[in-house]
C-alpha cells in the first residue's frame, strides 16, 4: 500500500513538471526589425536601353514581425515592412545627357535630375521553420507572401544646350497594390525568457503597374506645355540583412 501511495506520488509529481514545462514554453515572439535594403536585377540596372532599369541605390527597411509555433518545428510568421530606396539620379542624368547629346558636339548637352524615392511596403504572412543549432540559438527559414504598396518616385528632369535650358519633365509620384513575396532565414538567439535577437537575411520582390501617370512636359524654346498621361512597369527585387530585438512570449 505504502510503495502504491509512493509511486501515485512520484507519477504526479513527473506530471505537474511536464505540464509546467509546456505552459512555460515559449512558442512565439514579436519582433522590432532595422535593416539594409540592396537592389538586384532590373530595379538595380542601370542599362539605358533597358525598359525596366529602375537604377535603384541601397536603401533601409523598417519590420515589425511576428511568429508562433504550433509544432516543434513549424509555426506561422507574419512582417509588416516598409522599405525605402533612392534612384541613382546623377548616373541616370548623365545617361540620359549622352542619349540626348549623340548628335551634339561633346559636352554640349547636360541634364539635371532630382527625384524622390521608391518605397515598397505591406503586410506578408506565410510559414515559418524552427530548428535548434545550439541551446539557445534557432535557424528559423520562412516564406511569405502578401499585398505590397509600390510607389514610383516622382522626378524632375531639366536638359540643357551649353547654358540653354530647353526641355523641364516633371513625373508625377504615383502608387499601387501588387502581389509580393520574401523568401528569407533567421538566426534567433534567445538571450532570457522574454527578449530574443535576430538576424535576418531575406529576397523581397514584387512587380508593380502604375497606370495613368501624368508626365508634363514644358518646351523653354518652343514656349509649349504638354501633360500627357503614361504606363510604367517596375520589378522589385532586393536583398536584405537586418536585425533587431525580439519579445518572447
Not at 532590373?42 to 514581425?65: Q, T, V
Not at 516598409?82 to 548623365?94: E, K
Not at 505591406?122 to 515559418?128: E, F, I
Request: charged content about 15%.
Amino acid at each position: 500500500m505504502k510503495k502504491t501511495i509512493l509511486l501515485f506520488a512520484l507519477n504526479s509529481l513527473l506530471l505537474s513538471n511536464l505540464f509546467s514545462q509546456e505552459k512555460n514554453e515559449r512558442k512565439g515572439y514579436s519582433s522590432i526589425i532595422l535593416g539594409a535594403s540592396i537592389p538586384t536585377g532590373n530595379f538595380k540596372s542601370e542599362n539605358f536601353y533597358n525598359n525596366e532599369a529602375g537604377y535603384a541605390n541601397g536603401g533601409i527597411l523598417f519590420d515589425i514581425a511576428f511568429a508562433y509555433n504550433f509544432h516543434p518545428k513549424l509555426g506561422v510568421k507574419s512582417i509588416m515592412r516598409g522599405q525605402a530606396n533612392p534612384l541613382d539620379a546623377g548616373t541616370y542624368a548623365q545617361d540620359l545627357a549622352d542619349f540626348l547629346g549623340e548628335d551634339y558636339a561633346a559636352g554640349s548637352t547636360t541634364v539635371s535630375v532630382q527625384s524622390s524615392v521608391y518605397s515598397l511596403g505591406g503586410m506578408l504572412v506565410g510559414l515559418n521553420g524552427s530548428f535548434p543549432i545550439e541551446k539557445n540559438i534557432k535557424f528559423e527559414p520562412y516564406a511569405l507572401i502578401g499585398l505590397s504598396t509600390a510607389t514610383l518616385p516622382s522626378m524632375m528632369v531639366e536638359s540643357f544646350y551649353y547654358q540653354n535650358k530647353m526641355n523641364s519633365i516633371y513625373q508625377e509620384q504615383a502608387t499601387t497594390n501588387s502581389f509580393s513575396y520574401i523568401i528569407g532565414a533567421s538566426a534567433k538567439l534567445n538571450l532570457s525568457e522574454q527578449i530574443c535577437l535576430l538576424l535576418n537575411l531575406d529576397y523581397y520582390a514584387s512587380k508593380a503597374e502604375w497606370n495613368n501617370v501624368r508626365v508634363i512636359t514644358v518646351g523653354h524654346v518652343s514656349r509649349t506645355t504638354e501633360v500627357r498621361n503614361y504606363r510604367y512597369e517596375q520589378k522589385f527585387s532586393t536583398i536584405n540583412l537586418s536585425g533587431g530585438v525580439g519579445f518572447r512570449f
